[in-house]
Structures are given as C-alpha cells and as structure tokens.
C-alpha cells in the first residue's frame, strides 16, 4: 500500500515563527504536492514538484516555500507564520503516466497548524 | 481549468442508494472526470474516474451524461461509513497532473 506520512498531526506556533512541514512518501513517486484546506474552500494547492529539486507554484504560493532534496520527502516552509496561515494543510503524490488513472493522488493524513 | 459545481450537503438513509450530482459544463474533450472522498480526520482518496462511458468499480459506479456536461456518482448502498465529503474533480492532461478541488458534497447518512 502506498503510504504518505506527515511529520506531525497537530502544530501550534507563534506569529513570526519560521514552520516547516515535512511529508514522506514510500512509493518512489516522482510528483509531490502541497494543499491547504479551510471550511468552505475545498482544497488549494500551494505547491507542487515533479522532480527532485524541481517545484511549481500552485494557486496560493504566497507566505509559502518549498523544499525537495531527495525523491521521497517535499517539505513545505513558512517563512514567517501569520495567524491567517492557519489551516489543514495536506500533503499528496503521485506517479505520473499517460493513463490518468496513475495520476492517482495518494494524501497524507494532514497536519492541523495553529497560528496564535 | 474548467470547474465543477456540487450541491453543499446531501443526506441519505443507511443501505439506501446515493446518487451524488456534479456539473462540470465547460469540461474539455481531453478532461477526466475523477471523485474523491475524504473521511473526518483523513486526507482525501479516490473513488472512481471516468471519460466518457459509465464505470464501476468496487467503491462506486459513475454515470457520466451523453454530453459529458454532467455526472453522477452512484453508492449503491449507502454505510455509515460512507458519510464522507465527495469531491468531483476534473483532470486536465495538459497540465503537470494539476488537481483542482471544489469545496464537494457533504455527505451524511441516517441510522
């Protein structure tokens, strides 16, 4: 089964604070990507990367950064935290292909980030 | 990217067929139409995806109209466990596997 792991389930931080959120996959997959969610808006996609050290704006970049060294692990980075950062955020892969059914999205279990 | 509109919420009784509705009227020849689901306190997973016949599958079947401007996703006998949110998704080939979710369908199911 393919698994995707986030560094932790519940972070609390303080205004100004640099925050990093580490996510894992076992799969070998080479696309990796970054969601918040907040009620009412679905899912938005921060960043994504379809190739080591290779990264893509998604639709709300701002306030946001992203990190991919090695294959497995896509870290998402911000900067200085403000308090409208606080969210679910959601970490995916997949493995690309021509049939879309590869592109199947495998989520982590999301991190709930709390910005005081 | 094209969007896709879903009712808010929907409720249905325990062992009672669902069907779920999305409208997707400016989708592209070259989109597929995919559905996830995502249970309270988990990331969402997928369900089923289509282009343009009817396709089932053990979780699912989806009914995708004629003039591919709408679908629905059918759960046969609706469980407790099956109260989830539903997305329908629309999957552009031209972009680097770019998804774009809705806020979905709230679904709720009676004992």
């Known amino acids: 089964d393919v698994k995707v792991t986030q560094s932790s389930r519940y972070l609390v931080k303080r205004t100004g604070e640099k925050v990093f959120l580490e996510c894992v996959q076992d799969?070998?997959?080479?696309?990796m990507f970054w969601y918040r969610q907040d009620p009412g808006l679905g899912l938005r996609l921060i960043y994504f990367?379809?190739?080591?050290?290779?990264?893509e704006k998604g639709d709300i970049p701002e306030g946001y950064s992203v990190s991919r060294e090695k294959k497995e692990r896509f870290s998402l980075i911000l900067e200085s935290a403000s308090t409208n950062q606080t969210s679910m955020y959601l970490c995916?892969?997949?493995?690309?292909?021509?049939?879309?059914?590869?592109?199947?999205?495998?989520f982590g279990p999301g991190t709930r980030l709390t910005v005081t | 990217d094209a969007k896709t509109t879903q009712p808010n919420s929907m409720e249905s009784n325990e062992e009672e067929p669902v069907h779920l509705p999305c409208n997707h009227s400016t989708i592209s020849g070259t989109d597929y139409i995919h559905w996830y689901r995502q249970l309270p306190s988990q990331g969402p997973e997928y369900v089923i995806h289509?282009?343009?016949s009817n396709v089932n599958n053990r979780m699912a079947s989806l009914a995708i109209a004629e003039d591919r401007k709408s679908s629905t996703l059918i759960l046969h006998r609706a469980t407790l466990r099956d109260a989830a949110v539903y997305y329908c998704?629309?999957?552009?080939?031209?972009?680097?596997?770019?998804?774009?979710f809705g806020p979905g369908t709230s679904l709720s199911v009676i004992p």
């Open positions: 995916a892969s997949s493995s690309p292909g021509s049939v879309p059914r590869l592109h199947e999205q495998y």
């Open positions: 289509g282009l343009t």
């Open positions: 990367s379809y190739d080591v050290k290779m990264k």
């Open positions: 998704i629309l999957r552009s080939q031209t972009s680097y596997d770019k998804v774009i």
């Open positions: 799969m070998d997959h080479e696309n």
